[in-house]
């Protein structure tokens, strides 16, 4: 059966269910749908370079890209490795900025045919890595008691999306940088974005104060057809830090995303904040470079 490319063309539904079957731990299913619901950073006009390959209509293999074309991703089912020289190919003729000085591939430490494939193409390791944390889910997660002034809350229980928003915008500390403007624009794309099929506001969860403002919050993703969940962002207000709020909401996500049937769960980070919780290092990869006027 003849397999076909094809560009990414409004597929969000199709992609999402190729990562979940993919089982990747790098670019995972959550990364793309936290791409597209997280809009305002996103790279509109190069979706269309996404490039898919299908076998009867199913993707088999995908080249991606996080919000920006900085550094680029291929992901296959497990029986089309085969595919990876004709997507790097694709890659660097279609995602390769002009202008770029360098353009960067991301590829898995035990994905030896890949590396094999970019040494081929005269691409370099570089010193940029990813980690991915995994946090098994087979046993009871505890969760601290946070006392009658703090309370844990969804998205989905929420009366709006501001004061999330304002969490967010503080607990990565944006207001160094600027004041915070609530956009109504924000909020409806916001409604529009986060009410597809595969986000699930229960498992967005926030601890609040009495004024019913968002201190601390975790961002759980889960598909029932995956076996991981995967958390992405996590955040504690500046007033609020020191608590202990941040390992609090990040277990009372785990234990969500538990209930759902997640076997596990996986960061896409390397912090010692995440180890001391008990997740452990699963994955780990560079990005490999070549100068665009090699």
């Known amino acids: 059966m003849k397999i076909i490319l094809e560009n990414y063309h409004n597929n969000y539904n199709q992609v999402h269910d190729f990562l979940v079957n993919s089982k990747c731990t790098s670019y995972t299913y959550a990364r793309f749908d936290w791409m597209l619901t997280n809009f305002e950073y996103l790279e509109v006009e190069n979706l269309p370079k996404i490039g898919l390959w299908k076998k009867k209509d199913k993707i088999v293999a995908a080249t991606l890209f996080d919000h920006t074309l900085d550094s680029v991703f291929l992901v296959t089912l497990k029986h089309y490795k085969r595919l990876y020289k004709k ?90 940088e600027k004041e915070y403007s609530y956009d109504l624009f924000r909020q409806s794309q916001f409604d529009l974005h986060y009410k597809k099929n595969y986000v699930d506001l229960s498992l967005k969860v926030s601890i609040i104060n009495e004024k019913k403002e968002h201190v601390a919050h975790c961002g759980i993703w889960f598909d029932s057809n995956s076996d991981f969940a995967v958390i992405e962002p996590v955040c504690v207000i500046p007033e609020y830090r020191n608590q202990k709020l941040g390992t609090a909401v990040v277990l009372e996500g785990l234990k969500r995303a538990q209930r759902r049937g997640a076997k596990f769960a996986i960061v896409g980070s390397d912090m010692e904040f995440y180890k001391k919780i008990g997740f452990i290092e699963f994955n780990k990869g560079s990005y490999w470079i070549k100068k665009n006027n090699e």
């Open 87 to 176: 997507m790097f190919k694709y890659a660097i003729k279609n995602m390769s900025i002009k202008g770029m000085e360098n353009f960067s591939v991301y590829v898995e430490n035990n994905d030896k045919r890949l590396q094999k494939t970019c040494k081929n193409l005269g691409f370099l390791q570089s010193d940029w890595t990813e980690t991915v944390l995994k946090f098994d889910l087979k046993d009871k997660v505890n969760v601290p008691d946070l006392g009658n002034d703090l309370s844990y809350i969804s998205l989905r229980d929420c009366d709006g999306f501001k004061e999330y928003d304002i969490c967010l915008f503080k607990g990565f500390d944006h207001e160094k």
